[in-house]
């Protein structure tokens, strides 16, 4: 059966530092793996990964990709508190020749002043 | 401007009627889906389209229908509602998943259905 399972499932950190989130997976016929950040209302995109061990960037945010070991980590550095959110994994499966997105359950951050 | 949008954005309703939620996007997508978040926060696909054609339909109650009149376009219709379908439902598009090429996807804003 396809899973992709995140952890943990919540943490609370102190502003500064550092968050490593997990999202490992098992799927059939795996195209990429996306990261979400979601607070209120529509999850944003923050990074798609297809390629093992090419480390995306963006600000404070970066993640990695092993496709050899199955897993992916999101690393948040120098934490604020705007970066409190439930960050969503999800793994895009082909099927014939299109994708499906399959999401984790989520990990929710939350970052104290 | 909003690139994906959602009507209504909350929707309160008794068990058995009948609701539609619009989706449209401005992005010039070809791709649009719908999911559902249930109350532990799993988002869960329901539907895909692309181009007006269903690609993706999951094992979904067929009192759940959609329509895309264009690609622009995605509404759902549920029918017979059940407390059990109180959930956000979000509309989401991409550039299109076909062959080798995948783009990420962007969702709209949730619409929050509440069945009483």
């Known amino acids: 059966e396809d899973k992709v399972v995140q952890s943990p499932l919540s943490l609370v950190v102190h502003e500064g530092d550092t968050v490593t989130l997990n999202c490992s997976y098992e799927v059939t016929n795996f195209r990429s793996l996306l990261w979400y950040k979601q607070e209120k209302k529509a999850p944003t995109f923050l990074f798609m990964l297809t390629s093992s061990g090419i480390e995306k960037k963006s600000g404070r945010l970066s993640s990695i990709l092993d496709k050899k070991e199955l897993f992916s980590i999101l690393n948040i550095t120098a934490t604020q508190t705007g970066d409190s959110a439930v960050y969503l994994c999800a793994v895009e499966r082909r099927i014939e020749s299109w994708g499906k997105l399959q999401f984790g359950a989520g990990t929710q951050v939350v970052v104290t002043p | 401007d909003t690139a994906v949008s959602q009507t209504p954005k909350y929707l309160v309703t008794q068990m058995g009627n009948d609701k539609s939620i619009k989706c449209e996007q401005n992005l010039g997508h070809d791709t649009m889906y719908w999911y559902k978040q249930d109350s532990k926060k799993f988002l869960k696909i329901m539907f895909s389209?692309?181009?007006?054609?269903?690609?993706i339909n999951e094992t979904v109650p067929n009192r759940f229908s959609p329509k895309s009149p264009d690609k622009a376009h995605l509404n759902l219709h549920i029918n017979s509602l059940e407390l059990g379908d109180s959930a956000v439902y979000f509309c989401a598009s991409s550039q299109g998943s076909q062959g080798f090429l995948t783009y990420e996807q962007y969702f709209g804003p949730g619409t929050r259905l509440t069945v009483t």
């Open positions: 389209y692309n181009n007006k054609e269903l690609i």
